[in-house]
Nanobody
């Protein structure tokens, strides 16, 4: 049973930074691609970023490119999302996701190809 647990979400002001973490548990004998999605109030859940486990290649949504950085810790088996220059539109629940393959799904920005989801952590950016 794979479990993903997000942490780090809180209330911050516009322009500030925040770091989210995702810890994994369960039996894992191979590396997997991981990523983040988010869902703002009243909106569809959207892709944020992902990282390939074995070579660390990253991919970002245009809306966060240059501001967010996804990283991984192979020893701790955690994935983090460093969020800088936060905007009000970054507000939402952030979900950690994991694929069952080392590389992200072909349609990485879609929700359905990602096999495992965390419960989410709330990020609120106020003016």
């Amino acid at each position: 049973q794979v479990q993903l647990v997000e942490s780090g979400g809180r209330l911050v002001q516009v322009g500030q930074s925040l770091r989210l973490s995702c810890s994994t548990s369960g039996v894992t004998v191979r590396p997997y691609a991981m990523g983040w999605f988010r869902q703002a109030p009243g909106k569809e859940r959207e892709f944020v970023a992902d990282i390939t486990w074995n070579d660390g290649a990253t991919y970002y949504a245009d809306s966060v490119k240059g501001r967010f950085t996804i990283s991984r810790d192979d020893v701790k088996r955690t994935v983090s999302l460093q969020m800088n220059s936060l905007k009000r539109e970054d507000t939402g629940v952030y979900y950690c996701v994991r694929a069952n393959t080392p590389y992200p799904p072909q349609f990485r920005t879609d929700r359905s190809p990602w096999d495992h989801w965390g419960q989410g952590t709330q990020v609120t950016v106020s003016a």
